[in-house]
C-alpha cells in the first residue's frame, strides 16, 4: 500500500524512470559466466581459418558442445598463430588450447594437460609414380620435403627450427597440410608428412588426388592429442574432465570426431 501510494504522488518523469529501473533490475541476470579463451591456429580439421578470418573446425565444434552442456562458463575462441602460441600463452591472452600435445614445445612451460582421446597422427604421401612402393618411405635422401611451417615432426626430433631442418634436410617450407598436399601434387616436392585426418578430407574434396598419391602405412607420429591449460586460468582440469567425459558418453564426441574422419578410443 505504501508503495501505491508513493508512485501516485510521483510526476510522470519520475514514473517513467522508476519503470525503467524496475525493468532493468528484473531483466538483469543474478550472475555472468566466466569467459574461458580457447587459443587456435590454423591447423585443419582442428582449426581452419579462411580468406574472412572465420575459423570452423572440430575445436569449434567441441567448444559449441561444451558451451551446450554447462552454464558455468562460456568458451570463446581466440586467434593465435603456430609461432606465437607459445608466447601469447605465456602472456595469459588465453586460458587454454586444443588439440596439442606435449612434445610440441611445451616442455618449458607451466601446464596441465587432460587427455583428448581422439586418433589421428601424420603420415607420409608421395606420387604413384615417384614411390613405387613402400620402401620409398625408408629415407629422406635425395628427396626434397614439404613441411609446414612451425609444426613438430618425430623425425626431426621434434625441433621446428627452420635453420635446423634446412641443415638436415632438403625441406621446402609450406603454409598448411593443403599447400604440403599440392606440393607434392604439382613436384615441388618428393614426399611430405600430411595430417591423416586432413589427407583423408582432402580426398573426399579432391578425388582425383586419391589416384595420384600413395600414403606410408607407417606413421611418422600419431598425436598425442589433449587440451593445455593454463595453471593461472579459472578453467580446472578436474571439471573439464568431467564435461568432456559427459560429451564422450552421450556420444557427442564421437559423432563430432566421425565428422573429421576421426575416430575416439
Keep these: 500500500m505504501l508503495l501505491k501510494h508513493t508512485i501516485k504522488k510521483m510526476s510522470l518523469s519520475s514514473k517513467w524512470l522508476f519503470c525503467c529501473l524496475s525493468l532493468s533490475l528484473i ?43 554447462q552454464s558455468e562458463v562460456k568458451f570463446e575462441f581466440v586467434g593465435t598463430s603456430i609461432e606465437q602460441r607459445y608466447q601469447a600463452f605465456s602472456k595469459g591472452r588465453y586460458d ?50 614439404a613441411l609446414v611451417s612451425g609444426y613438430h615432426y618425430k623425425f626431426a626430433q621434434w ?31 618428393d614426399m611430405a608428412p600430411v595430417t591423416w585426418s586432413y589427407l583423408q578430407h582432402y580426398f573426399v574434396t579432391n578425388p582425383t588426388a586419391r589416384e595420384q598419391l600413395i600414403f606410408s602405412t607407417k606413421w611418422d607420429q600419431q ?25 564422450k558418453q552421450n556420444g557427442t564426441l564421437k559423432n563430432l570426431a566421425q565428422r573429421y574422419h576421426l575416430t575416439v578410443k
Excluded at 37 to 64: E, H, K, W
Excluded at 120 to 131: F, N
Excluded at 168 to 174: G, I, W
Excluded at 180 to 186: A, C, D, H, P, T
Design 27 to 69: 531483466s538483469m541476470p543474478t550472475w555472468a559466466q566466466t569467459v574461458i579463451r580457447i587459443g587456435g591456429y590454423d591447423f585443419a580439421p582442428y582449426v581452419s581459418v579462411n580468406n574472412d578470418t572465420q575459423a570452423t573446425g572440430l575445436s569449434l565444434d567441441l567448444m559449441a558442445a561444451l558451451n551446450a552442456i
Design 159 to 189: 625441433s621446428n627450427d627452420p635453420k635446423v631442418l634446412k641443415k638436415k634436410f632438403d625441406a621446402l617450407f609450406v603454409p598448411s597440410n593443403k599447400a604440403s598436399i599440392e606440393s607434392v601434387l604439382k613436384a615441388r616436392a
Design 96 to 145: 587454454a588450447i586444443l588439440f596439442e600435445s606435449p612434445q610440441w614445445g611445451w616442455q618449458d612451460y607451466d601446464t596441465q594437460f587432460v587427455p583428448l582421446e581422439i586418433e589421428d597422427g601424420e603420415r607420409y604421401i608421395s606420387l604413384k609414380i615417384t614411390a613405387k612402393d613402400q620402401s620409398y618411405f625408408d629415407n629422406f635422401r635425395n628427396k626434397k620435403l
Design 223 to 247: 598425436y598425442q592429442h589433449g587440451i593445455i591449460i593454463n595453471p593461472q586460468s579459472s578453467l580446472s582440469a578436474e571439471q573439464l574432465s568431467l564435461w568432456l567425459d559427459k560429451l
